[in-house]
């Protein structure tokens, strides 16, 4: 079982940005893992929003409402994912989780049902 903690998030002014890590506990690894980030604002599904391959990023996603705004990486040495936010929205609004896909498939998973571990979330405000 891996476990994983969400950090970064917070409240944030429209333009402004924040760098969310997903970190596995610890003694466990997700260097072959693809990871995702999701969100969910209230009374709304939860959203893919980036993914990445295990194999140092070979593979990405974003969602077409974060292109060009949002970048996700990794640094396997510090067995973390991050996903950097710039130019935030108030749509941008949500509780943000990574999820871990033990597949090693080579591409970043897209499908919600393709991820086995989920973290618990952290929360992020962006003001108008």
């Known amino acids: 079982q891996v476990q994983l903690a969400e950090s970064g998030g917070g409240l944030v002014q429209a333009g402004g940005s924040l760098r969310l890590s997903c970190v596995a506990s610890?003694?466990?690894?997700?260097?072959?893992?693809?990871i995702g980030w999701f969100r969910q604002a209230p009374g709304k599904d939860r959203d893919l929003v980036a993914a990445?391959?295990?194999?140092?990023?070979?593979?990405?996603y974003y969602a077409d409402s974060v292109k060009g705004r949002f970048s996700i990486s990794r640094d396997n040495a510090k067995n973390t994912v991050y996903l950097q936010m710039n130019s935030l929205k108030p749509e941008d609004t949500a509780v943000y989780y990574c999820?871990?896909?033990?597949?090693?498939?080579?591409?970043?998973?897209?499908?919600?049902?393709?991820?086995?571990?989920w973290g618990q979330g952290t929360q992020v405000t962006v003001s108008s």
């Open positions: 999820a871990a896909d033990r597949s090693s498939s080579g591409y970043a998973s897209t499908g919600q049902d393709e991820y086995d571990y």
């Open positions: 610890a003694g466990r690894t997700i260097k072959s893992y693809a």
């Open positions: 990445i391959s295990w194999n140092n990023g070979g593979d990405t």
